[in-house]
């Protein structure tokens, strides 16, 4: 059974960090491209970063820009884990954050139930 749960979620005043993680289980972690995606409330689902993870253990992240120059992606690999540091948030950033799993070479698609973030003074 595929679970992938997120936390670190919750209030911030804008300029302020948070750490989003999401851990893994029922999956080969290695072989999947982890990703954050948020949904503001009437909006779609946005794709906010991935981090993505070779046959040969390379890692690189690609950003939305908006985030580009303030959040950073990173993933353990051992330990099943994906994170999202997020800084000098702005009340725009204000969404629910999902994790998101996606095979590298194969049908595996996997969502998490998602973590509210909330940007406001």
């Known amino acids: 059974q595929v679970q992938l749960v997120e936390s670190g979620g919750g209030l911030v005043q804008p300029g302020g960090s948070l750490r989003l993680s999401c851990a893994a289980s029922g999956i080969i972690f290695s072989r999947y491209a982890m990703a954050w995606y948020r949904q503001a409330p009437g909006k779609q689902r946005e794709w906010v970063a991935t981090i993505f993870n070779t046959q040969l253990g390379r890692q690189w992240p690609s950003y939305l820009e908006s985030v580009q120059d303030r959040f950073s992606i990173s993933r353990d690999n051992a330990k099943m884990l994906v994170y999202l540091q997020m800084n000098n948030l702005k009340p725009t950033d204000s969404a629910v954050y999902y994790c998101?799993?996606?095979?590298?070479?194969?049908?595996?698609?996997?969502w998490g139930q998602g973590t509210q973030v909330t940007v406001s003074s």
């Open positions: 998101n799993a996606r095979e590298r070479e194969g049908p595996g698609d996997y």
